[in-house]
């Protein structure tokens, strides 16, 4: 059983930079995906960034691609995101998972899920 639990979610203002961490307990083989995905009020969760755990290819959205950086560090179980220039339409409730299938951009196929942090950009 892998539980997660995402931190680091706060208030910010527009071109401010923030770091969301994920804490990962269980076995997360190097084989699996781990992603982060965000949800804003009214929308579907959408995919922005991904990393793989064994060998650490990244991949992200356009959205954040040049602005946000996915890391893992594999020997404390954690991975993060840094996030620079945020923008109000970053805003949303950020939340780490993982597939042990491999890369997906879809939600539905990750298997674990955190409970999620809130981030807010004021513009």
């Known amino acids: 059983q892998v539980q997660l639990v995402e931190s680091g979610g706060t208030l910010v203002q527009a071109g401010d930079s923030l770091r969301l961490s994920c804490a990962v307990t269980?076995?997360?083989?190097?084989?699996?995906?781990m992603g982060w995905f965000r949800q804003a009020p009214g929308e579907e969760r959408e995919f922005v960034a991904a990393?793989?755990?064994?060998?650490?290819?990244?991949y992200y959205s356009d959205a954040v691609k040049g602005r946000f950086t996915i890391s893992r560090y594999t020997g404390e179980n954690m991975l993060d995101l840094q996030m620079t220039n945020l923008t109000p339409e970053d805003t949303a409730v950020y939340y780490c998972a993982v597939n042990r299938n491999g890369l997906s951009y879809t939600a539905r196929e990750y298997d674990y899920w955190g409970q999620g942090t809130q981030v807010t950009v004021r513009g």
């Open positions: 990393i793989r755990w064994g060998v650490g290819n990244r």
């Open positions: 269980g076995r997360i083989y190097s084989s699996s995906v």
